[in-house]
C-alpha cells in the first residue's frame, strides 16, 4: 500500500498506460481511503488486500474516482466481482461521478481471471458491471523486460514472482533477493526510490536468519562497490518503523485491557452479551470466554 502511495502515477502508467494518457497530472489527484473505509461492511472487514480510492482530473477536466482494488489473498474467492460490485454501488451513492474499477490479482490460480458482475432474473439480464483486472502471474515470461524498466512497478512484479518461485527453497530465494537488489543497485535510481523498494524486497522475499545475515553483508559489500550508503538509511527507517509499530500494538493492547475490564464489568451486572458486544466491540469468541 505505501509503494502505491508513493508512485501512483507510475502504477497507472505500468499497469493501466491507456488510463494514464487520459489523466491530467499537471492536476493533483486527491486520496479518499477515509471515505473508502466509511462505506466497507462488516463482511469485507478482516480481507486480505489492499484498496485505495483516488480521485484525478482528466485531461477534458472531468473530475474521476478511481477505486484500485489490490487482490492479496493468494487464492480466488467467489464473491470477488460482487464484492467489487456492492462498493461501486456504495461509491456510486456517495459520489454521484464517474467510477473506475481497477484491480490487479496476485494469487496463483492461473486460470481465475474475473473481469465483470452479471446479474440475471427469470432469464433476463438485468446487470453487468465491468472492472479492469491485471493477473501478475501473466508477467512471468516478461521477466527479462521488467529488469529493464524504470518503473518502480516492475520490481514489485519481480518481487512478487519470485516471492512465488521459491516458496519452497529458501537458498533461491536469497540468490534471487540478492540478484534482484543488484539490480536495482545498477539502475542508479535516487535514494528514495532504492529505499522504497529495498522496503518492498525485505518485506517479501523473507528468508531464515543465517542467510538473512549473508545478505546484508552483501548488502554492505554492494554499497561498497556502488559508493552508495543508502542500506544505513534503510536500516534506520526499518528500526524506527519498527519501534513505531510496536507503540501502536501497545496502545492497541492497552485499549483492549480497558474494553476487556469494561465487558466483565457489564456482564457482571447482569447485561446481555448482545449489548456487551454492542458496547465494547469485542469478537463474540472473547466475550464468551469472558461469561
Known amino acids: 500500500k505505501k509503494i502505491l502511495e508513493a508512485y501512483f502515477k507510475e502504477f497507472m502508467e505500468f499497469f493501466y498506460p491507456e488510463i494514464a494518457q487520459q489523466i491530467d497530472w499537471r492536476a493533483p489527484y486527491e486520496t ?39 487482490e492479496v489473498q493468494g487464492q480466488k474467492e467467489e464473491e470477488f466481482s460482487k464484492r467489487l460490485f456492492q462498493y461501486y454501488c456504495k461509491l456510486f451513492s456517495k459520489y454521484d461521478q464517474s467510477i473506475l474499477t481497477l484491480a490487479v490479482l496476485t494469487d496463483s490460480h492461473q486460470s481465475w481471471h474475473p473481469s ?16 479492469k483486472t491485471h493477473k ?28 512465488l518461485e521459491t516458496k ?15 539490480l536495482l543497485y545498477d539502475k542508479g535510481c535516487g535514494r528514495d ?18 542467510l538473512e545475515l549473508e545478505y546484508k553483508e552483501q548488502l554492505h559489500e ?7 550508503s543508502y542500506v544505513t538509511s534503510f536500516e534506520r527507517l526499518s528500526r524506527e518503523e519498527g519501534l513505531q509499530q510496536g507503540l501502536r ?25 448482545d449489548l456487551v458486544k454492542k458496547v465494547t466491540r469485542l469478537p463474540d469468541l472473547d466475550l464468551t470466554a469472558l461469561k
Open 222 to 228: 554492494l554499497e561498497e562497490e556502488k559508493n552508495m
Open 136 to 163: 501478475l502471474l501473466d508477467y512471468q515470461d516478461k521477466k527479462p523486460v521488467l529488469a529493464l524498466s524504470s518503473n518502480p512497478f516492475a520490481i514489485v512484479v519481480l518481487v512478487h514472482l519470485i516471492f
Open 168 to 182: 519452497k527453497d529458501p537458498k533461491a530465494r536469497f540468490l534471487m533477493k540478492l540478484r534482484l537488489t543488484r
Open 32 to 70: 479518499l481511503d477515509n471515505e473508502l473505509q466509511s462505506i466497507t461492511t462488516d463482511a469485507m472487514i478482516g480481507k486480505t488486500f489492499v484498496d485505495k480510492l483516488v480521485k484525478v482530473k482528466s485531461l477534458q477536466g472531468r473530475e474521476e474516482v478511481v477505486l484500485i482494488h489490490i
Open 193 to 210: 526510490y532504492v529505499i522504497n523498494l529495498l522496503k518492498v524486497i525485505d518485506w517479501a522475499l523473507v528468508i531464515p536468519k543465517d
Open 249 to 273: 500494538q501497545g496502545l492497541q493492547q492497552g485499549r483492549n485491557k480497558e474494553r476487556y475490564e469494561m465487558a466483565k464489568n457489564l456482564l457482571a451486572e447482569g447485561l446481555s452479551l
Open 116 to 131: 465483470n458482475y452479471q446479474k440475471e432474473v427469470f432469464g433476463f439480464s438485468v446487470l453487468t458491471f465491468n472492472f
